[in-house]
C-alpha cells in the first residue's frame, strides 16, 4: 500500500510539471504575440505617414537662410533690432529644393513674423522657443503651398541678437 501511494504520487508530481510546462509556452507565445503586434503596428499606415517615415530614414538635409534677417521693432523706449540667422532642416532633398526656389516667399514670412514681436516675449527661452515653432509654422505653410507637404522637419536659430 505504502508502494501505490508512492506511485500516485509521483504521477501527481508528473501531471503538475506538464501543466506548468504548457503554461510556461502558453505565456511565451502571448507574450512572443503582443511584441510581435507591437512592432509590427496594430494599424496600416496611410499612404501620407508611409512617404513620411521613408522620407525620415534618409540623411538630415540643412539649408541656411542667408543672409541673416534683420527687423526692427518698437519698444516703449526706444527703437530696437534683432537680427536673426536660421536654418532648416528636412529630411527630404525635394524639400529643400523647394524651400530653395521659394525664399524670396520663405524671407517675406520671416520678416513679416519676426518684426511683429516684442523685447519682453523674447526676452526669456520660452519666448525664443515660441518664436522658432512660430517660424517653423510658417516656412511649412509656405512649402505646402508648393510641394503639397510641409517638407521640412525643423527650423534652427543659429544666431540670435537682440539689441
Not at 15 to 38: E, P, S
Not at 109 to 120: E, G, I, T
Amino acid at each position: 500500500m505504502a508502494t501505490a501511494k508512492k506511485e500516485g504520487e509521483v504521477v501527481k508530481k508528473k501531471g503538475k510539471g506538464k501543466l506548468l510546462i504548457i503554461v510556461a509556452l502558453l505565456v511565451l507565445a502571448a507574450g512572443g504575440g503582443g511584441a510581435f503586434f507591437m512592432l509590427k503596428g496594430g494599424h496600416p499606415k496611410s499612404a501620407e505617414q508611409a512617404a513620411a517615415d521613408a522620407a525620415k530614414a534618409k540623411p538630415a538635409v540643412y539649408l541656411q537662410l542667408d543672409p541673416a534677417f534683420v527687423v526692427n521693432f518698437q519698444d516703449e523706449a526706444a527703437l530696437r533690432f534683432l537680427q536673426v540667422g536660421v536654418n532648416v532642416m528636412s529630411h527630404d532633398p525635394e524639400a529643400i529644393a523647394a524651400a530653395k526656389e521659394a525664399d524670396p516667399e520663405i524671407r517675406n514670412a520671416l520678416l513679416m513674423l519676426f518684426s511683429a514681436q516684442d523685447v519682453k516675449s523674447l526676452s526669456d527661452v520660452k519666448g525664443k522657443q515660441k518664436l522658432q515653432a512660430a517660424a517653423l509654422a510658417e516656412v511649412q505653410r509656405v512649402l505646402k503651398e508648393k510641394i503639397g507637404r510641409p517638407g521640412v522637419d525643423a527650423l534652427y536659430f543659429t544666431s540670435f541678437i537682440m539689441q
